[in-house]
Nanobody, 121 residues
């Protein structure tokens, strides 16, 4: 079992920056990928970025955040970060951390409670 907890959300003006953190605890062998999803009111939850926490840290980003958001890991702290720069009002959403093991399947069985990010214009 793995638990993930997000932190770092808040209110920021357009053009500003925020850094989200996702701290994982439990059996580290249960996961090899951590991702950030977001969900705005009335919208489906979408994958923003993901990172392999093993095998070189391969990353993947949604087109809407490429060049503005950076996902990174600190394996010593069991923490994954999402650095968000040049924020836009359309980035406003609840951001969720999720974790999975690609050797088991493609679903995301572990989810955090979410953290609100609000970008004012």
């Amino acid at each position: 079992q793995v638990q993930v907890v997000e932190s770092g959300g808040g209110l920021v003006q357009a053009g500003g920056s925020l850094r989200l953190s996702c701290a994982a605890s439990g059996n580290p062998f249960d996961i090899n990928t951590v991702g950030w999803y977001r969900q705005a009111p009335g919208n489906q939850r979408e994958l923003v970025a993901e990172i392999r926490i093993t095998k070189g840290g391969t990353t993947n980003y949604a087109d809407s955040v490429k060049g503005r958001f950076t996902i990174s890991r600190d394996n010593a702290k069991n923490t994954v970060y999402l650095q968000m720069n040049s924020l836009k009002p359309e980035d406003t959403a609840v951001y969720y951390c999720a974790a999975r093991n690609l050797n088991v399947g493609r679903t995301w069985p572990y989810w955090g409670q979410g953290t609100q990010v609000t970008v004012s214009s």
